[in-house]
């Protein structure tokens, strides 16, 4: 405003307003609005001239209307505003007009202003992986910008089979092995790889002189064991392959089948530490034990010669006789018992026709 001055009564005199920047000038304390002013002087007398603040225009943008903005259209001088960029979907908020990156960004206001955003479209790095690496391979991992199309494939290695695309959310997606979609976010893709289950054939190549026990399926590199199960009077040779382990474990690798080659038994064990071989007619018994006992002729280990068995010798050393050891050896004539023995059980020599008479140690149990 003017400073004070002097005038003389009745003299004219004009007097100004000067607001500083940011403010307007409204009227003077009186109620009059003219700026400047001309007063008649009669009296001493101070005029107070009344200021407001300046509204300014705040207009904001979005460049290629890429988002929206929230801001307030009219503030006042030296006002601080917020201003908060929304991107639409698929997009981000990069920067400024003037370089800001702020989002939202705090603004003090001393004029109208512009302000313009800018946003760009997002881009992902996808990785598409294999939840195995050994079980099989993928293609599709790369950068995609948003709205993109992505196809992804899936090849299963050797004994592995493709089960379905996951994504990182572990949510199944599709059982294509080639899948195509459309990028919208960051997300990754698992192709879901699974063993192949194979088939196990089990035979002997005589039914009649024994079995195999085995799984019947298995995965894909499962240890597998096969064990090769003789009938009475009989023991396991080889397999188809030539191989004699008895049992076996193989490694699954492909749809297998396996026989067992049986012959009958000539000798074998007959108790904790007594033997048997037979050859021509004649059972020989040896070792230093007990013989085990028997529930009949057809779960003794001879019982396949039990017909042709003429004669039986038991070494010294052998301790007892087992129930139906000899049970139906019809053609039986002969058997020589050492001192060793100290007991017969019973039926051990069951339905012997031909076996009239034989020597028993007197100490002997029978």
């Known amino acids: 405003t003017s400073e004070a001055q002097s005038a003389l009564y009745m003299d004219s005199v004009e007097i100004a307003a000067v607001a500083n920047y940011g403010y307007h000038f409204t009227q003077w304390n009186d109620g009059n609005t003219d700026n400047p002013r001309k007063v008649v002087v009669t009296e001493d007398k101070t005029y107070q001239?009344?200021?407001?603040?300046?509204?300014?225009a705040v207009h904001a943008n979005c460049d290629d209307e890429l988002g929206a903005i929230t801001y307030p259209d009219s503030v006042e001088y030296l006002d601080v505003i917020e201003l908060e960029v929304d991107p639409i979907f698929g997009y981000h908020f990069v920067q400024w007009q003037d370089g800001n990156t702020d989002n939202p960004r705090r603004v003090?206001?001393?004029?109208?202003?512009?302000?313009?955003?800018?946003?760009?479209?997002?881009?992902?790095?996808?990785?598409?992986?294999?939840?195995?690496?050994?079980?099989?391979?993928?293609?599709?991992?790369?950068?995609?910008?948003h709205g993109?199309?992505?196809?992804?494939?899936?090849?299963?290695?050797y004994g592995y089979?493709?089960?379905?695309?996951?994504?990182?959310?572990?949510?199944?997606?599709?059982?294509?092995?080639?899948?195509s979609t459309i990028v919208t976010k960051q997300i990754d893709y698992v192709a879901i790889f699974g063993k192949n289950v194979y088939q196990i054939t089990t035979e002997s190549t005589d039914n009649t002189k024994g079995h195999v026990d085995a799984v019947t399926h298995a995965e894909y590199l499962d240890e597998v064991i096969l064990t090769a199960v003789p009938d009475v009077g009989y023991y396991f040779t080889q397999w188809n392959d030539?191989?004699?382990?008895?049992?076996?474990?193989?490694?699954l690798t492909q749809d297998t089948a396996f026989a067992a080659s049986f012959e009958i038994a000539t000798?074998?064990?007959?108790?904790?530490?007594?033997?048997?071989?037979?050859q021509d007619?004649?059972?020989?018994?040896?070792?230093?034990?007990?013989m085990y006992?028997?529930?009949?002729?057809?779960?003794?280990?001879?019982?396949?010669?039990?017909?042709?068995?003429?004669?039986?010798?038991?070494?010294?050393?052998?301790?007892?006789?087992g129930s139906n050891a000899f049970s139906n050896c019809t053609n039986l004539e002969t058997i020589e018992i050492p001192n060793s023995v100290r007991e017969i059980a019973e039926m051990a020599f069951a339905n012997c026709g031909k076996l009239t008479t034989f020597t028993v140690p007197e100490q002997t149990i029978h």
């Open 49 to 56: 001239a009344q200021f407001d603040k300046n509204r300014y």
């Open 108 to 145: 003090q206001i001393t004029q109208d202003t512009t302000f313009t955003a800018y946003c760009a479209i997002n881009e992902y790095a996808i990785s598409v992986i294999a939840n195995y690496e050994e079980r099989g391979t993928t293609e599709g991992s790369g950068t995609y910008r």
């Open 148 to 157: 993109d199309s992505i196809t992804m494939s899936a090849t299963a290695n």
């Open 161 to 179: 089979h493709f089960i379905c695309w996951q994504d990182s959310e572990e949510v199944d997606i599709s059982k294509d092995a080639i899948y």
């Open 242 to 251: 030539g191989n004699t382990d008895n049992p076996r474990t193989i490694i």
């Open 267 to 278: 000798s074998g064990s007959c108790g904790e530490d007594a033997f048997w071989s037979y």
């Open 281 to 290: 007619g004649h059972l020989s018994i040896s070792g230093q034990n007990d």
């Open 293 to 321: 006992d028997y529930s009949g002729y057809s779960s003794t280990p001879w019982m396949l010669y039990r017909e042709q068995i003429k004669s039986v010798s038991i070494a010294d050393g052998v301790m007892r006789i």
